[in-house]
């Protein structure tokens, strides 16, 4: 679900940020921040990027449909206020 690559640049960036003692730790420190960050991203409520896509792809179907119902309605209702007229 994550980019593996990304997790590994804000890894990275974490690592770099941290004091020349603490990255003495080397790997270690590495993959315990890469842990932590997939163990936190996990929890968070996401969804993947193709489902993401398929959903907007869903949504301006939908949104087209509705727009042509709305025209179809609006020429009704004029018929309807036009056979009224008469």
């Known amino acids: 679900m994550f980019n593996p690559k990304k997790l590994e640049e804000i890894a ?3 690592s770099d940020a941290m004091p020349a003692g603490v990255k003495s730790f080397g ?3 590495d993959r ?3 842990q932590v960050l997939q163990a936190q991203l996990g929890k968070l409520d996401m ?3 193709e489902e993401f896509d398929v959903q907007t792809h869903v ?3 939908t949104r087209e ?3 042509e119902m709305e025209a ?3 020429e009704l209702e004029i018929k309807l206020d036009q056979n009224n007229e008469k």
């Open 72 to 74: 179809k309605f609006a």
């Open 32 to 34: 315990k921040i890469k």
């Open 59 to 61: 949504l301006l179907r």
């Open 12 to 14: 990275k960036q974490v």
């Open 47 to 49: 969804v993947s990027r």
């Open 65 to 67: 449909k509705l727009a």
């Open 27 to 29: 790997e270690e420190v």
